[in-house]
């Protein structure tokens, strides 16, 4: 049974009972595949965040081909408090997991286009046998506003992502969810995919457990409970693309957590 020392990642991982829990137990990711879909991964083959080598394949749904090491570095962030393994300094919550790097979000527009990625990223996991999909993207208003939805939308069969995430679910996917982060604006719901039943939607806490301002609220508009679950989302540590632990706020790094 390994006994780690998480340094610096403790706390929010302890906070969701893990390190005195399943961690001590021996759960900490050995023989699953999580795949992360994110914005991209600048940093993932860069820093030195881990000792076990456990990126098993990559796609690029925006720009095509497999370099996902571009763009955005976001998704190094959130796949950083996951996979982070470097004991006594920073031991995210699933260490031994192998990772399935999916780039499906451009960074400089929002349109329905990347939900259509994020679908073929689903599709991807799904191919090579993932277990766990972590999505943290979250839409609901683009561009053009023709194309955004409504409150009234939130109904968990309605947004093309949320039937994409329900498809992944019924495939036997466990996907795993940010909330979003419109808590406190004009929208202040959930966004999309976290209105789909079947799959863990998961808003951000502070230290001491309570809602960040931030964090997407439910029910959704069928009554439904959302979020699942929440877990840090307010100084949240994570690694940053030029090696530096760092603190972050938002729903997309609680739902790694």
Request: hydrophobic share 40%; aromatic share 10%; net charge negative.
């Amino acid at each position: 049974i390994p006994i780690y020392d998480h340094g610096i990642a403790a706390e929010q991982a302890d906070q969701i009972t893990l390190v005195e829990g399943l961690h001590n137990l021996g759960y900490i990711g050995t023989d699953m595949v999580i795949a992360v879909l994110d914005a991209g991964f600048v940093g993932a083959n860069t820093v030195d965040f881990n000792d076990y080598g456990q990126i098993i394949a990559t796609r690029n749904f925006v720009e095509g081909g497999t370099n996902v090491y571009q763009g955005s570095s976001h998704g190094f962030s959130v796949l950083s408090t996951m996979a982070a393994d470097k004991n006594g300094v920073f031991v995210g919550t699933a260490p031994f997991a192998k990772y399935v790097l999916i780039k499906t979000e451009k960074e400089l527009s929002e349109t329905p286009e990347e939900m259509y990625n994020w679908i073929a990223g689903a599709e991807y996991a799904d191919s090579i046998g993932a277990d766990i999909i972590n999505s943290s993207l979250g839409y609901y208003e683009f561009d053009d506003p023709a194309d955004s939805y409504t409150i009234d939308d939130l109904d968990g069969r309605t947004s093309v992502i949320t039937l994409g995430a329900l498809a992944a679910a019924r495939k036997g996917i466990l996907v795993v969810t940010s909330a979003g982060n419109a808590g406190g604006g004009a929208w202040n719901k959930l966004t999309f995919p976290a209105d789909a039943d079947s799959i863990l939607t998961v808003g951000a806490v502070t230290s001491y457990g309570t809602a960040a301002d931030f964090t997407s609220r439910g029910y959704t508009v069928d009554g439904r409970v959302k979020p699942n679950v929440s877990a840090r989302g307010v100084n949240a540590y994570v690694y940053r693309s030029d090696g530096e632990i760092t603190q972050a706020n938002g729903t997309s790094f609680s739902s790694p957590i």
